[in-house]
């Protein structure tokens, strides 16, 4: 069974602190590292990964996968009051029947004082 | 949202009472997706379609059945709802699962409650 653990699995920062996120999985054929963000309503996509070492990013948030030790980390600098959601990690089986579906963590709850 | 709709957006209901969610898309995706959404859970997966009339379990689809007759309309139905079903479902679609493209878009949730 394909499993991701996220954490911490809730933090409190200031604005303009930097932040860093993690994911460590267990998948039998992965595919894809997918992060989310969620605030009020629906999860809204951010990065997809399928290569280790290759750093996506944009503007202040950015990610990078480790396909040896089986991780990813979302760092997030400068951060802003509107950073404050839920960040969802999520992989992809490349299984035969698995027909592209997503397992989730458990979300990391970010709140980010003024 | 991505073209996606998800009706109703609130519901309260009985215990014992059938339920049907509907997800709507105008994106011509072919795959959809149901989850349910928990406290300290996660998003876990009910139900998916790869196709119009296909469809597979997912990981928690004990009490809950689907329906997919055209491209653009998933629909899930609890056929007597518990409160256990009390939950935010969501709706997602994706255009395929290959690498590149194996993207989910999700709805806006809808909200569940079970008394």
């Known amino acids: 069974e394909d499993k991701v653990v996220q954490s911490p699995l809730s933090l409190v920062v200031h604005e303009g602190d930097t932040v860093t996120l993690n994911c460590s999985y267990e998948?039998?054929?992965?595919?894809?590292l997918l992060w989310y963000k969620q605030e009020k309503k629906a999860p809204t996509f951010l990065f997809m990964l399928t290569s280790s070492g290759i750093e996506k990013k944009s503007g202040r948030l950015s990610s990078i996968l480790d396909k040896k030790e089986l991780f990813s980390i979302l760092n997030i600098t400068a951060t802003q009051t509107g950073d404050s959601a839920i960040y969802l990690c999520a992989v992809s089986n490349a299984g035969g029947t698995s027909y592209g579906k997503l397992t989730f963590g458990q979300g990391t709850i970010l709140t980010v004082h003024p | 949202d991505a073209g996606i709709t998800q009706s109703p957006r609130h519901k309260v209901t009985e215990t014992g009472t059938p339920v049907t969610l509907r997800c709507h898309q105008t994106e011509n995706h072919r795959y959809m997706y149901w989850y349910r959404q928990d406290p300290g859970h996660g998003l876990r997966l009910i139900h998916y379609?790869?196709?119009?009339?296909?469809?597979d379990k997912g990981e928690v689809s004990d009490g809950y059945s689907v329906s997919r007759s055209k491209t653009e309309d998933f629909l899930l139905t609890l056929e007597s709802a518990t409160s256990s079903q009390t939950s935010v479902y969501f709706c997602?679609?994706?255009?395929?699962?290959?690498?590149?493209?194996?993207?989910?878009?999700f709805g806006a949730g809808t909200r569940l409650s079970v008394l």
């Open positions: 379609s790869y196709g119009v009339k296909d469809t």
């Open positions: 998948v039998t054929n992965f595919r894809s």
């Open positions: 997602a679609i994706s255009e395929s699962v290959i690498t590149g493209s194996n993207i989910q878009y």
